[in-house]
């Protein structure tokens, strides 16, 4: 458990890998997660590596495409570097899953909620469009009903 002024830093360390399927969409990150001892700390006590999963649904609004990433969890969990000490990371996997699904998995949500604009399909007098996951690609198309 975290003491009132421990720090959690979460960032990611390059844009996440998104895979579509046939009515899916999978997304992998990697993810740096440092744990700092107190507010004032500017090394970390330690920091761990996650290989992360998310689902996501792709949906419109409009004519613009959103997505919504649907829960998240670690595939992986390595120790990048400890001043503690080493320590098996995996351990603490249940906690890191909390605090990406409580943390990082908003903020992500709260960066995509603009959504992409889409404006071809008014230009062609479209109101609504419609999108599929097919393998490898989006299938955008006019919504006729």
């Given amino acids: 458990q975290l003491e009132p002024t421990q720090i959690v830093k979460i960032f990611i360390l390059e844009p996440p890998d998104v895979t579509l399927k046939a009515g899916s969409v999978s997304i992998a990150q990697l993810i740096v997660f440092e744990v700092f001892a107190t507010n004032k700390a500017t090394r970390p006590l330690f920091t ?11 949906y419109t609004k409009g004519n613009k495409l959103f997505l919504n990433l649907k829960g998240i969890s670690s595939n ?3 120790l990048m570097n400890s ?4 320590f ?11 605090i990406l699904f409580a943390v990082l998995l908003p903020d992500q949500n709260g960066l995509l909620r603009d959504g992409i ?3 071809i399909f008014k230009n062609f007098g479209y109101d609504e469009i419609k999108v599929i996951p097919i393998e490898g690609a989006l ?3 006019p919504s006729l009903f």
């Fill in 117 to 119: 604009s889409l404006p």
């Fill in 83 to 86: 001043a503690t000490g080493l």
């Fill in 76 to 78: 992986r969990i390595h």
């Fill in 48 to 58: 761990l590596g996650i290989e992360a999963s998310s689902e996501g649904q792709f």
């Fill in 88 to 98: 098996s990371p995996e351990l603490m996997g249940s906690v890191i899953n909390q």
């Fill in 139 to 141: 299938c955008i198309t």
